[in-house]
């Protein structure tokens, strides 16, 4: 098995319903106090016990169960009130907690990611992306699996389903893989950027005809203006 596998697997041949009635023989075999063996739950179940066998590695990524030793699990503290609320039919309250687990494992982050860039993504497809993301092959037994996996999912109301299209729950707090990191608005300044100053000069020329007395007068008074104008600058 992969390692990708091993961080996200999924379950296998297993219906949501066989998922549940594993976990309720784990509450019913004393799983919230103790670790309990999976035969004892294949006793107390008559689920065959390479079933829970291979499902326990599911159990555990996904937050349901902490294994204690070879063969011996116990349930986590969201696992437990999950399960508790599932046997007492306080559904809303179960579906509640199956989120809360749900949404801290990778592998429904994942998925999420995938789901919310796409907006709309048809079930048989979703599969197949799972396939690829657990790293299993798209056969009976992990396809059931994956079923299994999108109808807890669907149950939690993190995502929906409408006419075999799975599609993102935008009335719950969104969950994704990825990180946004803060603006730093301390960092953001405004910059002007200014065209740099550059001195320059303008030819001027002056041609005047002097015929009389009076053009003397008011060339005077021009050339005074011109004076005044150059000493400002």
């Known amino acids: 098995m992969s390692k990708t596998n091993t961080e996200r697997p999924v379950p296998e041949n297993v219906s949501v319903e066989t998922l549940n009635n594993i976990l309720i023989g784990f509450l019913r075999s004393g799983a919230s ?7 004892k739950v294949s006793e107390i179940t008559a689920i065959p016990k390479t079933v829970i066998s ?3 590695k599911f159990f555990v990524a996904s937050g349901f169960l902490n ?4 063969g011996f699990l116990k ?3 969201l696992g437990s009130k999950y399960v508790q609320s599932l046997d007492w039919g306080r559904l809303d309250e ?8 749900l949404n801290d494992y990778e592998l429904i982050k994942q998925i999420y990611d995938y789901i919310d860039i796409k907006n709309t ?3 048989d497809d979703l599969i197949s992306r799972i396939a690829i993301l657990s790293d299993v092959k798209r056969s009976s037994r992990f396809e059931t699996g994956i079923n299994a996996l999108l109808d807890l999912a669907l149950f939690s109301n993190i995502f929906l389903e409408d006419n075999s299209n799975i599609i993102i729950n935008k009335n719950l707090k969104k969950i994704s893989t990825y990180e946004i990191m803060p603006i730093d608005e301390e960092g953001i300044k405004e910059t002007v950027i200014s065209a ?4 320059f000069e303008i030819p001027i020329n002056i041609n005047i005809n002097i015929t009389d007395i009076s053009d003397i007068n008011r060339l005077k008074e021009i050339l ?5 104008v150059f000493e400002e600058k």
Do not use: G, M, S, W
Request: glycine share 0%.
């Open 33 to 39: 106090q103790n670790a309990v063996h999976y035969l």
């Open 54 to 56: 291979r499902n326990h």
């Open 67 to 70: 294994q204690e030793k070879r």
């Open 75 to 77: 349930f986590t503290n």
């Open 94 to 101: 179960a579906k509640e907690y199956l989120r809360n687990i």
């Open 121 to 123: 993504v048809d079930r």
């Open 196 to 199: 740099p100053k550059k001195e």
């Open 224 to 228: 005074k203006i011109i004076k005044e």
